[in-house]
T-cell receptor
Framework: AQTVTQSQPEMSVQEAETVTLSCTYD???????LFWYKQPPSRQMILVIR??????QNATENRFSVNFQKAAKSFSLKISDSQLGDAAMYFC????????????????FGQGTILTVHP | GAGVSQSPSNKVTEKGKDVELRCDPI?????LYWYRQSLGQGLEFLIY????????KSGLPSDRFSAERTGGSVSTLTIQRTQQEDSAVYLC????????????FGSGTRLTVV
């Protein structure tokens, strides 16, 4: 079974600065998807960025980018030019691409990192 | 609809009562997922539907939990004889059948068992 670990329960950053959130995972599969989700107080999970494991190029979405290290099974999220609206809980998640596996179709989440942005 | 709709938004129930939580997915999304988020915790997978069938219900914590989906659309998660440990936010998500791009989540139902 896959596991996802976020070792930072809480992080803080000054507005306009850069912060990196860590995520490691464990899997025996060679192809999979990785995601970062943001959960503001409204509770709705919002997709921030995704990465396909077969792609070596790191995904970027505006101020958000990832550092995907497949061999190390590491998937960190970098937020540049942090804004007050970035304050939320962030979850790293894994999804199998193995349609025949029992894990197919579900996301496995880490425990989350609460990000505080100071003005 | 435009997004995933869950109702009720909040539910307070007495221990031992049954509750039903509803999820209305995005139109055309054939896959539907239920997750549970306990206070300060990550999301725990409960059950997954593809159409009206549930290929993976491995996350249901006990036989007090059940879910169904009808017409390939609305899903209901039922918790019988609720216990205090059932208190959590229950999140629903939907995706296209072949979606590998993540899901669209609803805003969840916060269940409080008193």
């Amino acid at each position: 079974a896959q596991t996802v670990t976020q070792s930072q329960p809480e992080m803080s950053v000054q507005e306009a600065e850069t912060v990196t959130l860590s995520c490691t995972y464990d899997t025996s599969e060679s192809d999979y998807y990785l995601f970062w989700y943001k959960q503001p107080p409204s509770r709705q999970m919002i997709l921030v960025i995704r990465q396909e494991a077969y792609k070596q190029q790191n995904a970027t979405e505006n101020r958000f980018s990832v550092n995907f290290q497949k061999a190390a099974k590491s998937f960190s999220l970098k937020i540049s030019d942090s804004q007050l609206g970035d304050a939320a809980m962030y979850f790293c998640a894994y999804r199998s691409t193995n349609a025949g596996g029992t894990s197919y179709g579900k996301l496995t989440f880490g425990q989350g990192t609460i990000l505080t942005v100071h003005p | 609809g435009a997004g995933v709709s869950q109702s009720p938004s909040n539910k307070v129930t007495e221990k031992g009562k049954d509750v039903e939580l509803r999820c209305d997915p995005i139109s055309g999304h054939t896959a539907l997922y239920w997750y549970r988020q306990s206070l300060g915790q990550g999301l725990e997978f409960l059950i997954y539907f593809q159409g009206n069938s549930a290929p993976d219900k491995s996350g249901l914590p006990s036989d007090r939990f059940s879910a169904e989906r009808t017409g390939g659309s609305v899903s209901t998660l039922t918790i019988q004889r609720t216990q205090q440990e059932d208190s959590a936010v229950y999140l629903c998500a939907s995706s296209r059948r072949t979606g590998g791009y993540g899901y669209t989540f609803g805003s969840g139902t916060r269940l409080t068992v008193v």
